[in-house]
């Protein structure tokens, strides 16, 4: 069974910066398309932002445009997600996942793959 792990998060001041990491136990890491959610206390849980398995086609949800970056390390299996001017919006437990599909997938219910979760907290 294929487990996401997490690394990352923690707590910040508004206007802040947080890096969150993300790869794929097991082999074939590579393989998979990945993407973040996050899920704030009584709320759905949203896409943030995805990459597909190349590196090459990035998608962000328009809540973090501008604000937030996707990327891969060169090995293509190690995945970060650079958050930058943080609001307390932003808080929410953030959610790494990863599908074996072509391109980037923007709903959770393509994604079979995904980590425990791990805790942003932006104060204002």
């Known amino acids: 069974q294929v487990q996401m792990v997490e690394s990352g998060g923690g707590s910040v001041q508004a206007g802040g910066s947080v890096r969150l990491s993300c790869a794929p136990s097991?082999?074939?890491?590579?393989?998979?398309?990945m993407a973040w959610f996050r899920q704030a206390p009584g709320k759905e849980r949203q896409f943030v932002a995805g990459i597909d398995w190349q590196g090459v086609s990035t998608t962000y949800g328009d809540s973090v445009k501008g604000r937030f970056t996707i990327s891969r390390d060169n090995d293509k299996i190690t995945v970060h997600l650079q958050m930058s001017s943080l609001k307390p919006d932003d808080t929410a437990i953030y959610y790494c996942?990863?599908?074996?599909?072509?391109?980037?997938?923007?709903?959770?219910?393509?994604?079979?793959?995904w980590g425990q979760g791990t805790q942003v907290t932006v104060s204002s």
């Open positions: 097991g082999v074939g890491g590579s393989l998979y398309g």
């Open positions: 996942a990863a599908h074996l599909h072509d391109g980037v997938k923007l709903t959770s219910d393509d994604y079979a793959f």
